[in-house]
C-alpha cells in the first residue's frame, strides 16, 4: 500500500540524489511508514533512523560541536563516507537544521527528513538549507489512493471528458460516500468500523491541538483554537470574513488572522482565491476555504451534504491544478475554476439547468470549458461526471 501513495516514486528518487530530502504535512497522513519504507528500498544500506520524539536522540543533535554529531553517527557502525541519516518529527528541534547543514556541506552526508508541519519546516529550510534541499508534502489519501488501500480495482480515465457512467457508479458509490464522510488519513480508511473511524478522527484532531500546537506555536488557549477551528467547519467552502469571525469567537481580529494563518500552514485548511480575469465584471472577494480532510470536518460540525461534496471535490481537484473560484457582483457564482481553463460546478443531483446555468457564467469568466461534478443519480440528465470518477 505503501506504493499507491503517489508522492512515493517520485520521493524515492530524489532520496537518491545528494539533496536533502524534506517530508512534511500533516500529523497521521503517513509519513514515518513512508520513510521506513524508503530506507528499505535505498540500494545504500549505510542508513540510521533517528527519532526526534526520543529526548536521548533529540540531545545529540543539541551538542554544538558539529563534528561531535559526526562522530556519533559513526560509532553507530556507519562508515564516514556516503551516509544517509533519516530524522523524523524535526519539528520538534528546528535548531538542529544549522548541524544538518554543517554536516551536508562538509562532508555530504545526504538527510532524509520528516516534519509534521510547514509551521516552520518551510521557513527553516528556505533560510538555512537554499538549494540544498526539496519539500515534498504528504496528504492524506485521495480517492484513488483509498481505493487501493481498500483493495478494490479502479481505472483511472481522463474525467474532463467523462459523463456520468452508472455501472461505475454502483460499484464505487458505496467506497465514495465513505470517503466524503471519514475522509482519506490512512488509519481511518483502514479502520473496521464507523465506531473506531470516528474514534481515529477525534484522536488525530486532539494530536493536532494538543501536540502541533504546543511544538509549533505560541497559542497559549487551546479552547480558542478548537471552537475556532469548530466554527470554521460549519462555514466549510465559504468566504472568510475575519471580523465576523473575531466577532463571534470573542478574539481579536489580528488573533483570528493569525489563528488561520497557523491553520493553512499546518494543513488544517487550505483557502481559494478568485478567478480575476475580467476585473471589470467581478468584484475582489475574499478567499474561500475548505478543510484539508472532510472527516476531520465533520467531527467538528453538523455539515451538510452538499458543503461535505464540495469539500471533498475541492480535496480531489488539488491534486489536478490550481484552483480558484469565481464571483460576479450580482452573487453568482462558478465553485471552481481549475488551471484557468475549466469551469467546474459541483451538485448533489445535477440537473440540465444547472449545465445552462454554468455556460452562460463561465461565458462572463471567458472560460471556454465546463463541467458539472455530481454525487448523485440525476434521473433524466447524465452531462456530468461522478464526483468518484475524479482520481
Known amino acids: 500500500m505503501i506504493y499507491s501513495r503517489k508522492i512515493y516514486s517520485e520521493l524515492l528518487k530524489h532520496s537518491k540524489t545528494p539533496q536533502v530530502t ?26 540510521i533512523f533517528l527519532d526526534f520524539q526520543r529526548l536521548d536522540i533529540r540531545e545529540i543533535f543539541q551538542e554544538k560541536n558539529y563534528e561531535a554529531i559526526r562522530n556519533h553517527l559513526i560509532s553507530q ?13 524535526i519539528q520538534l528541534m528546528p535548531d ?11 562532508y555530504g552526508i545526504k538527510f532524509i527528513i520528516t516534519g509534521s508541519s510547514s509551521y516552520y519546516l518551510k521557513n527553516l529550510f528556505s533560510e538555512s538549507l537554499a538549494g540544498r534541499k526539496k519539500i515534498f508534502e504528504l496528504y492524506p489519501l485521495d480517492f484513488s489512493e483509498f481505493l487501493t488501500f481498500k483493495n478494490v480495482n479502479f481505472k483511472a480515465l481522463n474525467w474532463k471528458s467523462l459523463q456520468f457512467n452508472k455501472l461505475e457508479y454502483n460499484r464505487l458509490s458505496s467506497y465514495y460516500e465513505e470517503f466524503i464522510r471519514f475522509g482519506g488519513f490512512p488509519q481511518v480508511v483502514l479502520a473496521q468500523n464507523q465506531s473506531e473511524k ?21 497559542f497559549s488557549d487551546e479552547r480558542n483554537l478548537y471552537n475556532l477551528a469548530k466554527l470554521l467547519a460549519s462555514r466549510v467552502g465559504g468566504r472568510i470574513d475575519y471580523s465576523k469571525l473575531a466577532s463571534l469567537t470573542g478574539l481579536s481580529r489580528p488573533t483570528v488572522t493569525n489563528y488561520l494563518s497557523f491553520f493553512e500552514k499546518t494543513y488544517l485548511i487550505k483557502t481559494v482565491g478568485v478567478y480575476t480575469r475580467n476585473i471589470d465584471r467581478e468584484i475582489v472577494k475574499a478567499n474561500k476555504f475548505f478543510f484539508c480532510d472532510t472527516g476531520i470536518a465533520n467531527i467538528l460540525a453538523d455539515i451538510s451534504g452538499g458543503s461535505q461534496f464540495e469539500n471533498t471535490v475541492f480535496n480531489q481537484l488539488t491534486k489536478q491544478g490550481q484552483i480558484q473560484y469565481y464571483s460576479l ?24 439547468e444547472d449545465l445552462s446555468f454554468l455556460l452562460k457564467i463561465s461565458k462572463i469568466a471567458k472560460v471556454n470549458k465546463i463541467k458539472l461534478v455530481g ?17
Open 22 to 47: 524534506v517530508l512534511t504535512g500533516m500529523r497521521r497522513t503517513g509519513k514515518t511508514t513512508l520513510i521506513k519504507k524508503l530506507l528499505s528500498d535505498l540500494p545504500n544500506k549505510n542508513s
Open 77 to 89: 557502525k556507519l562508515y564516514p563516507k556516503n551516509m544517509i541519516v533519516v530524522i523524523d518529527e
Open 96 to 106: 538542529a537544521t544549522s548541524a544538518i547543514k554543517y554536516l551536508h556541506d562538509h
Open 198 to 218: 470516528l474514534d481515529n478522527l477525534k484522536d488525530i484532531f486532539s494530536s493536532y491541538i494538543s501536540i502541533d500546537i504546543k511544538s509549533l506555536a505560541d
Open 329 to 352: 457582483k450580482n452573487g453568482n457564482e462558478i465553485d471552481f475554476i481549475l488551471d484557468k481553463k475549466l469551469a467546474l460546478e459541483v451538485k448533489e443531483t445535477p440537473t440540465s
Open 375 to 391: 454525487r448523485n443519480i440525476s434521473p433524466k440528465f447524465d452531462n456530468y461526471v461522478w464526483g468518484g470518477s475524479i482520481l
